[in-house]
């Protein structure tokens, strides 16, 4: 069965890190694009970013600089590295695997990890 | 960066009637690059129509998109009480590479 496992979502104070995880099982990370999408509570969907296959990566506007996405082949995981917090990076973040190369959509997405920045 | 507006914001319709969504992009882009999503409340989105017309697999025929240039159409051919739920359309492409509308709700 295709599917994603987000973790490590929490309770943070503004400034502090945190580290997401999302597990995947069913395909392999490495030869797919993966997306991390967010959505504060109450709100729309927020694209954060996209690492390619081929290991190249993007990142919103709004968290460049402080979010770093990678991957680990070996556990066929992809992470979310979350630095600098602010109150409005309060959300639910979705990960995705990212059909970027055919259906231009996120056919898979995990169940979401909530974070909770606190000011 | 495309701007997409989708409308209405709700839609109150009662099980059995047809629902019409509309999605407007900013800009012309190609219907490759256009899909909708499903979010039902408490739940992750679910991918319902890609490449503006085309449906994903495990996706009832109920459920159909048309559109080109600026403006798309979700439409869901009698509603189901599963079918209420938050509607998104979404761009892929660009800058950012991916851009979502803000949402209809269909409520009944």
């Known amino acids: 069965e295709v599917e994603l496992v987000e973790s490590g979502g929490g309770l943070v104070q503004s400034g502090g890190s945190l580290k997401l995880s999302c597990a995947a099982s069913g395909f392999t990370v490495s030869t797919n694009y993966m997306s991390w999408v967010r959505q504060a509570p109450g709100k729309g969907l927020e694209w954060v970013s996209i690492i390619y296959s081929g290991g190249t990566t993007f990142y919103s506007d709004s968290v460049k600089g402080r979010f770093t996405i990678s991957r680990l082949n070996s556990k066929n995981t992809v992470y979310l590295q979350m630095t600098s917090l602010r109150a409005e990076d309060t959300a639910i973040y979705y990960c995705a695997r990212d059909r970027g190369y055919d259906l231009y959509a996120f056919d898979i997405w995990g169940r979401g990890t909530l974070v909770t920045v606190s000011s | 960066e495309i701007v997409l507006t989708q409308s209405p914001g709700t839609l109150s319709l009662s099980p059995g009637e047809r629902a019409t969504l509309s999605c407007r992009a900013s800009q012309s882009v190609s219907s490759y690059y256009l899909a909708w999503y499903q979010q039902r409340p408490g739940q992750a989105p679910r991918l319902l129509i890609y490449?503006?017309?085309s449906r994903a697999t495990g996706i009832p025929d109920r459920f159909s998109g048309s559109g080109s240039g600026t403006d798309f159409t979700l439409t869901i051919s009698g509603l189901e009480p599963e079918d209420f739920a938050v509607y998104y359309c979404?761009?892929?492409?660009?800058?950012?590479?991916?851009?979502f509308g803000p949402g209809t709700k269909v409520d009944i």
């Open positions: 979404q761009h892929y492409g660009g800058s950012p590479p991916v851009t």
């Open positions: 490449g503006a017309s």
